[in-house]
């Protein structure tokens, strides 16, 4: 069926470095790509997105880069600081097995800052 | 605005009982997402309503599941009779039509069912 797929599952990362985690999606119609933040004991917090009109969006530390014709995109942290460790979700709006979009999430990356 | 309100924020019950779990959206919102997340599956949306119509619950995963929105203000998820593996976190969720991707999470209601 239609996925996303999120790698790594886990990163460790000294403060000050940059992060990169990358998702595939598998719907070439997919035109919409959200990143979450979940802290713990929180829902997931959306961060950043972008549309598949571009090719890198920007805010701040954080950025997002689309490849479509891989079906791929990135979250890119650069100087990263100890608020940065989460969970980190990628999603896409994929086509379920029943004809409706659904946003589809990855399996998340448990992101550690290592002061 | 408050966010996304969910309650209860956890709730311990024995199998076999009822559970409610409630939400209220973020107010003007269109949308309302129910998911679960679990270890072993990750984030799974369950239902969602759009101006408090049942769109699509494909994602339920037993007739023990039930959601209602009897209003724009008010979501409910039951489960009942209630089962150990139903343990969970329960995310409501919700967004504006024309945004609908963009969709803003409550806290969660962490259930677990002994």
């Known amino acids: 069926g239609e996925n996303v797929e999120q790698h790594p599952s886990t990163l460790s990362v000294q403060e000050g470095d940059s992060a990169v985690i990358k998702c595939t999606y598998s719907?070439?119609?997919?035109?919409?790509f959200p990143w979450y933040k979940q802290e713990l004991g929180k829902g997931p917090q959306l961060i950043i997105d972008?549309?598949?009109?571009?090719g890198e969006k920007k805010d701040q530390r954080i950025a997002v880069t689309l490849n479509k014709t891989a079906k791929h995109f990135s979250l890119h942290i650069t100087e990263t600081q100890p608020e940065d460790s989460a969970v980190y979700f990628c999603?896409?709006?994929?086509?379920?097995?029943?004809?409706?979009?659904?946003?589809?999430f990855g399996t998340g990356t448990r992101l550690t800052i290592i002061p | 605005d408050a966010g996304v309100i969910q309650s209860p924020r956890h709730e311990v019950t024995e199998m076999g009982q009822e559970v409610t779990l409630r939400c209220k959206p973020i107010?003007?919102?269109?949308?309302l997402f129910w998911y679960r997340q679990t270890m072993m599956r990750g984030l799974e949306l369950l239902i969602y309503?759009?101006?408090?119509?049942?769109?699509?619950d494909s994602g339920m995963p037993e007739d023990r599941f039930s959601a209602k929105m009897p209003n724009a203000s008010f979501s409910t998820l039951k489960i009942q009779p209630s089962e150990p593996r139903d343990s969970a976190v329960y995310f409501c969720?919700?967004?504006?039509?024309?945004?609908?991707?963009?969709?803003?999470f409550g806290p969660g209601t962490r259930l677990t069912v002994t």
């Open positions: 969720a919700s967004s504006f039509e024309r945004f609908y991707y963009e969709q803003y």
């Open positions: 719907d070439s119609a997919s035109n919409y």
């Open positions: 972008i549309r598949s009109n571009v």
């Open positions: 999603a896409a709006p994929l086509i379920s097995n029943f004809g409706n979009e659904k946003l589809t």
């Open positions: 107010s003007g919102h269109d949308y």
């Open positions: 309503f759009n101006n408090n119509v049942p769109i699509d």
